[in-house]
């Protein structure tokens, strides 16, 4: 079935969701400050798609520049941060659909 309305922007998916055109499925850091506002709710809580790794890729160099390597240690300790935190709002056993 071929949905009506298809963005390549998971921001775009987000911001439609929000104005009530339907459900959508898009990364948790698109959805995640929607989710925290109340004004996404996550309807399907244990429907997950394929985790995906992270790669940096960046020109050899024997000596890698000073900026590259601050850059890439900082990915290194603050995305799992981030991530962590994100995890716990989206939680499916946290998850609730409260219907008035």
């Known amino acids: 079935m071929k949905s009506p309305f298809s963005v390549n922007v998971p921001e ?7 104005e009530g055109m339907g459900i959508g499925v898009f ?5 995640i400050d929607g989710i925290r ?3 996404l709710i996550r309807v399907l809580p244990h429907y997950t798609v394929h985790p995906f790794s992270i790669y940096v890729r960046y020109r050899y160099r024997r000596y890698l520049d000073a900026k590259i390597r601050t850059w890439l240690d900082l990915l290194q300790t603050a995305l799992p941060l981030l991530l962590v935190v994100d995890t716990e709002v989206l939680d499916p056993d946290r998850c609730a659909l409260h219907v008035a």
Not at 12 to 18: F, K, L, T, Y
């Open 12 to 18: 775009a998916m987000s911001i439609a969701v929000e």
């Open 27 to 31: 990364p948790a850091m698109s959805a």
């Open 37 to 39: 506002s109340g004004r």
